[in-house]
């Protein structure tokens, strides 16, 4: 099974951004990490700041991946286009969280893509991308 991780904005940052809500680990050790735990996938690795990026390889992803876990950061509280394409893709999509996104700043409680996903799976650190692959074989 090929699973397309799919990170947002800003978390190229990880491991030196606010790391007490997102942690010290930064996330291309941290996917070394997966890609040892899930030997039996192969793991693919994409981040973006930048909205049409992300979209084009959501649409991308439904070629050549079975599953997509999608972290769109803040995109997810604001973007109708990235919701509009998880809707139109035709393979399953769980969106990930690292923080508790609803015991955070109000704005950060709605999430445009959830409705067009597998599920959803916040506040449980980076250890997050692991459940949602995880999700997959369920």
């Given at each position: 099974?090929?699973?397309?991780?799919?990170?947002?904005?800003?978390?190229?940052?990880?491991?030196?951004?606010?790391?007490?809500?997102?942690?010290?680990?930064?996330?291309?050790?941290?996917?070394?990490?997966?890609?040892?735990?899930?030997?039996?996938?192969?793991?693919?690795?994409?981040?973006?700041?930048?909205?049409?990026?992300?979209?084009?390889?959501?649409?991308?992803?439904?070629?050549?991946f079975q599953g997509v876990v999608l972290n769109a950061a803040?995109?997810?509280?604001?973007?109708?286009?990235?919701?509009?394409?998880?809707?139109?893709?035709?393979?399953?999509?769980?969106?990930?969280?690292?923080?508790?996104?609803?015991?955070?700043?109000?704005?950060?409680?709605?999430?445009?893509?959830?409705?067009?996903?597998?599920?959803?799976?916040?506040?449980?650190?980076?250890?997050?991308?692991?459940?949602?692959?995880?999700?997959?074989?369920?």
């Amino acid at each position: 099974m090929k699973i397309l991780i799919i990170n947002g904005p800003n978390l190229n940052l990880l491991g030196a951004r606010e790391p007490d809500i997102y942690g010290a680990v930064t996330f291309e050790d941290y996917f070394t990490q997966l890609q040892f735990r899930f030997k039996t996938l192969e793991l693919s690795y994409f981040q973006s700041n930048h909205e049409g990026e992300l979209i084009d390889k959501l649409q991308e992803a439904q070629e050549n991946f079975q599953g997509v876990v999608l972290n769109a950061a803040a995109y997810t509280h604001t973007s109708i286009a990235i919701a509009d394409t998880v809707k139109a893709i035709k393979i399953p999509v769980v969106e990930v969280h690292i923080s508790n996104i609803h015991t955070r700043e109000d704005f950060r409680k709605h999430s445009y893509i959830a409705p067009y996903t597998k599920g959803v799976i916040v506040g449980f650190g980076l250890e997050g991308y692991a459940l949602a692959i995880q999700s997959f074989n369920s």
